[in-house]
DNA sequence: CCTATCTTGGAACGACTATTCCAAGATAGG
DNA sequence: CCTATCTTGGAATAGTCGTTCCAAGATAGG
């Protein structure tokens, strides 16, 4: 009997993303998200629920839609060590060019400003952590059964550094920092973790 | 003849630095400045100017007072590979405990979050990069001289890799990380770059 | 003490914020 | 076609934003 949704909120949530990614959730009002989306603020309120489910929403998505797809391939890549610096050429190449250029990464700009949000948005962002720093380690257990890694190697430890390493990307990509400046700490940091004279 | 400021503006300057710190510069108002200084709007006009030179002149000062005396030491202190180590130990304690427990780091903060602020913001997060990563580099070379360090390691690339790995360590100890954790990651990227038995 | 000159308190400003509300429109089962 | 039920557009809400303004207060040279 009721009427139906006239729009796909899988889309506006991707409109929402790619606003809120740009220039960032706090700064980003109602308002631009109507222009943004087209729909009104009717809509925008019955299906989403207000601003803070809507960022945590927002959120959600880029991290299945953005990160997730990136973190399983990099855990699927049973090169070792070549993956891991495959992964991170694409990373800075996607932060200091192409159409997010500049952009940062969602989850990592988050980092900074959600203080006192929703308790849903800090559990996105150990999610976010979790599963980077898994595909991580399971790169870095590839490296290792090749014998690619140094002797006495803690895994653990290297997958949380190199994750760490992706955030600064992340971070230092958002505020203009060149691709090659980047690229050279990530391979310093990976040089460290091989056998010597590999790589 | 005229009459004289009734406060100290480096004082009110710290009390602003401790409020966008702590919660950010873009959620904090006005009246929130208003009523953690003390003082009225018109004298806070008067004196700065508005946010946005309010915000480029607290993050000036917090690299000021902050960071460059830490900077400083680090580049002054001639051990090599464990005054980086202290530097790091001191840092993640700074950030998961004391009295800035969780606040992360001013200009950390910021670069996720300046976008299309005044161009003396992005000019101050330029200035702190530049001068940790000198720092860093001023000790790896002591390390070098020590042989510290593993052959073939470029001192440059690894003073922008442990540069990017503070920028991390400040961003997920906002987000509430475990000291231990961003300790052993720190130690990681530290122990790869160091001649083999070394550290 | 007087007065020129600055500072201060606090009211007022328009523009924005997120959110709510309701009448009008759209839908689909009966 | 009818009607119950949802959605939609858009006006209206109360509150906060950064900023401005001006009268009243404070200062120190003359």
Redesign the interface.
Known sequence: MPDVKHFDPEVTLDQVVALFWQ??A??TGIADVVAATGLSRSSLYATFGGKAQLQAAALGRYLERQSRPVFEALAADGRGLPAIAAFFERLVAARCSGVHARW?CLV????????GGLSEI?EV??RH?DALRAAMRAALEAARTKGQL?AG??V???A??L???A???N??S????EAG??L??????L???AT?GER
């Open positions: 220039r960032g706090e700064v940062g990592t700009n988050t980092h900074a400003t959600a203080n800090r962002l150990e952590h140094r190697l803690d653990g430890a290297a949380e550094a994750t760490l390493q955030y600064a990307v971070l230092r958002r505020a203009g920092a400046v980047l050279a700490g990530v391979r310093a940091v040089d460290g973790f010597t």
